[in-house]
């Protein structure tokens, strides 16, 4: 997400065109990017500690983005009966 | 998000950059839209339905996206003491 303090065009350009359709009740709006990965790790806490390398080498611009890790999933590993 | 089985090309080259990052572990990679939103509703039904003809209507594309509708938080009014 666009760090707060950061201005967001594409967000205000969604507030202005929802407003147009007769959603005038909506203050603000943000727009930032979900990035959903399938890894392997030998842990949860080894796949959190590794997307958090990949989100502040790659996909998250320090400057003005943050992030966060929201939920991890843990999948069988599969072809395995 | 894209849909299952809608090609989702940013996806693939967030996957490709990662790698070369050694993150070779990441399998799949999917990239969609978070779109944060502040407004005013009578109740949390009220706001989840709101938005849902939001996502129809204007935030997401029916054709190549899904959409889900994460978390509703209840603020407290502003300027009342």
Redesign the interface.
């Known amino acids: 997400?666009p760090k707060d303090g950061v201005s967001d065009p594409q967000?205000e350009a969604?507030r202005g065109?929802?407003a147009m359709?007769g959603?005038a009740?909506?203050?603000?709006?943000?727009?930032?990017?979900?990035?959903?990965?399938?890894?392997?790790?030998a842990s949860e806490s080894a796949a959190r500690e590794?997307v958090t390398?990949?989100a502040e080498?790659?996909?998250a611009n320090p400057v003005i983005e943050q992030f966060r890790i929201e939920s991890l999933v843990a999948m069988k590993p599969q072809g395995v009966i």
């Open positions: 997400m967000g969604v065109g929802l359709l959603h009740q909506v203050s603000r709006v943000r727009v930032g990017r979900l990035i959903e990965l399938e890894l392997d790790a590794a390398r990949m080498q790659l996909l």
